[in-house]
């Protein structure tokens, strides 16, 4: 992948990487990631503190951007549409009471919040284009929020972005990577040879043996058993030539159903569609084994036959 195209996004935070648009920068570029260097260094920042905070942070979705004219209700109905809500907050100025463009929902399952997690991004709710996250207050090691001089994101009106997000990843460093230098401030270095394409959509955290995890792989077994039963069924025959062997083998395995192996290969060529052609050629395959089969069954010698002792 060339890396011009290419990003990668943060797994823990730190405020000097967050300030840098290739997450390689040793010094803090403003005051802003200073002031979230001092908080994280002196500890004064407890993500788990805030009473607020409650419910399980693997369903909880944060959504921000949001019109100061969305209420309640109408986010509700709008994250609905991906799966059941259990719990919602709009967070509103502690004085005025006024939305402060960004709540936090939670879903009855991890699967929906998933599925939320990949829809609903940049989705329009009040003539406001939305962005979407997970829970990094919760999940994220190092956490510092915005009004610490933290977070992710920003515009570049406020002079204050922040990478590594989802709405802002990380760039693939161009020039050479400081390793020792990062080492000794505790920045986790680019994962070179691991790059995303600016398209692909970053995987949240996952809790340790999640049903979501189970499901992903069992789906990804399952599609990868489902495309080599159909490259076995389309591979061409040596010994027959052309693409018939494929009815032939479909032939064999519809009559081998006959033995006490039958139920692996019953419904293999079960999918396939034949034209006229082959279907006859088939049929006329089918009744010539009949008839042979018939016949060593009348060949035999049997003492019940009336002519079984004739000359």
Not at 40 to 48: I, K, Q
Not at 220 to 230: A, E, F, N, P, Y
Request: hydrophobic fraction near 25%.
């Amino acid at each position: 992948m060339n890396n011009v195209n290419s990003v990668f996004y943060a797994e823990a935070y730190h405020p000097i990487q967050a300030g840098s648009i290739d997450g390689t920068d040793t010094l803090p570029h403003d005051n802003a990631v200073y002031r979230a260097l001092l908080c994280s260094n002196a500890g004064l920042y407890d993500p788990f503190g805030d009473p607020k905070v409650i419910g399980d942070p693997y369903c909880t979705l944060f959504v921000g951007r949001l019109s100061h004219l969305t209420t309640e209700d109408t986010l509700r109905q709008a994250m609905s549409r991906y799966g059941r809500v259990k719990n919602l907050r709009l967070v509103r100025h502690i004085v005025t009471g006024a939305s402060r463009g960004y709540g936090f929902v939670e879903f009855e399952t991890e699967r929906e919040m998933h599925r939320a997690y990949k829809d609903a991004h940049h989705t329009i709710i009040d003539d406001s284009e939305i962005i979407v996250d997970y829970n990094r207050q919760q999940l994220m090691p190092g956490w510092i929020p915005r009004r610490l001089g933290g977070g992710l994101g920003g515009k570049k009106e406020s002079g204050q972005l922040r990478f590594g997000g989802r709405e802002r990843p990380f760039r693939a460093p161009l020039r050479q990577i400081p390793w020792d230098d990062l080492k000794r401030l505790g920045i986790p270095p680019p994962p070179e040879g691991r790059y995303m394409s600016r398209f692909q959509i970053p995987s949240p955290p996952r809790r340790k043996g999640s049903s979501v995890d189970y499901e992903d792989s069992h789906k990804q077994k399952k599609r990868s058993v489902s495309v080599h039963q159909l490259e076995k069924s389309v591979s061409p025959d040596r010994s027959i030539g052309g693409e018939k062997s494929v009815y032939r083998e479909e032939y064999h395995y519809k009559h081998h159903k006959r033995g006490r192996h039958s139920h692996r290969h019953e419904t293999k060529f079960s999918g396939l569609d034949t034209s006229s052609e082959e279907r006859s050629y088939m049929d006329k395959e089918e009744r010539s084994s009949k008839h042979s089969r018939n016949s060593r069954r009348r060949d035999r010698w049997n003492p019940n036959r009336d002519d079984s002792y004739s000359d």
